[in-house]
């Protein structure tokens, strides 16, 4: 089985973007903010915090809780999401880059996932979708926000 851009669901690396017409400061706060991974995180619906800067949500497909922490790097502009079934059990799975484009005014926000050896075609086929509407939702969410740079939230910082 192929994808509408030729991939097949067996290839290890997928990346999904979008431009948004947002400073990257502001992007990078977003999507470092555990809470609001809850917006837009299909996966992770509605994200509450329980502590040290992990969230749990829960699976908008089959209602499971998943828990997440977000790691950022504010040198390189990006989020690694650490993820899990337990809060004690998180690996790092996704990351978010943001790139600045036309002199700031503008960001290229990206969700890049590697498939785990444990992970069937059909669960990274539905990774690599939720990836690509995910950055849609991203970009209107943002679009709704107020556009100042926001401090990043308290979270875990390399």
Known sequence: ????????PDDRVHSASVVCRIPA???LAFLADGLQLGRWALGCWQTVAVGDGVVRGQSLFDGQPAWVLPVVDARAASVVYHVGGAP???TPRIRATVQPEHGGTACRIG????RT????DARWLRLMRCHEV????IDALLRQ????PLPLPPVALL
């Open 117 to 120: 050896p444990d992970m069937d």
């Open 111 to 114: 969700l890049h996932a590697e």
């Open 134 to 137: 995910e950055v849609l939702l």
């Open 25 to 27: 400061a502001v992007a």
């Open 88 to 90: 004690d059990a998180l």
């Open 1 to 8: 089985m192929t994808t509408a851009d030729g991939a097949s």
């Open 145 to 148: 926000e107020p556009q100042i």
